[in-house]
């Protein structure tokens, strides 16, 4: 059985203060199947992971690279050192502002494996490539170059964010989602074998605690990559809740 996850994504929102938040998430019973991730900004990890209970911290991004002249990054060795157990590579928001591709993706995941990091992979498509009917293919194309030949449902998780539904309040129907879920499922099995199966899919992409339910309904969809709705507790808690009871 593939454990659910629900996975909080702060963005470039919150300082300490905020950390309150994260506080009383951790003061909540946990749930029982379930498993609970926040990526605050790297400014606030190491201070996270002191008040986080049983919720996973993971970072929002990691050069490929252990070390090096790379002003502004930062490394997965670092974040492990921080105390991070996951990072999200190949966000949208990454691919877009700073010109990420499939290959840069790949390398950014074997570089958080090789410090024991979960990576959450994430692909997905625009509107323009939606209304263009190239999803499936975008998908498969994102697939094959952004996950490298070794990875394992217990190192990676693949986040489905369509673009077009990140903050804008948007949400595909329930029959995309289980289309591109469905897809990402097949073309995992047909690469990777039994282990295709393995694999945690996360839908991401304006989940709030009114339509968490109805996205958690959809097969192969095994949590939720949680953008604005994650940064308050009593939100983000629903959107567990949901998630537990589907």
Not at 37 to 54: E, H, Q, W, Y
Not at 94 to 111: C, M, Q, V
Not at 174 to 191: G, K, V
């Amino acid at each position: 059985m593939r454990r659910k996850l629900a996975a909080g994504n702060w963005k470039m929102n919150g300082l300490g203060a905020d950390l309150a938040e994260l506080e009383r998430l951790a003061a909540a019973p946990a749930p029982a199947q379930t498993g609970r991730l926040i990526c605050p900004p790297a400014t606030l990890i190491s201070r996270a992971t002191l008040i986080a209970g049983d919720i996973a911290i993971g970072g929002q991004d990691c050069h490929a690279a252990q070390s090096g002249a790379h002003t502004g990054d930062i490394s997965a060795e670092m974040l492990a050192d921080c105390g991070a157990s996951a990072v999200i590579v190949g966000h949208s928001e990454r691919r877009a502002d700073h010109g990420e591709t499939d290959a840069t993706i790949a390398a950014k995941a074997k570089a958080a494996w090789d410090e024991g990091l979960l990576a959450v992979i994430c692909i997905g498509e625009s509107l323009a490539q939606r209304d263009a009917g190239e999803t499936l293919d975008l998908i498969a194309a994102q697939l094959a170059g952004s996950l490298p030949d070794n990875a394992t449902g217990a190192n990676t998780v693949v986040a489905y964010e369509p673009i077009w539904a990140i903050g804008t309040g948007l949400v595909p129907t329930l029959e995309q989602i289980a289309q591109a879920h469905d897809f990402i499922r097949e073309t995992l099995t047909a690469r990777f074998g039994g282990e295709g199966h393995a694999f945690r899919l996360l839908y991401g992409g304006s989940v709030k605690p009114d339509n968490a339910a109805d996205i958690f309904s959809v097969a192969n969809v095994d949590g939720a990559l949680v953008g604005g709705a994650s940064l308050k507790a009593d939100d983000f808690q629903a959107i567990i809740d949901a998630l537990d009871a589907a």
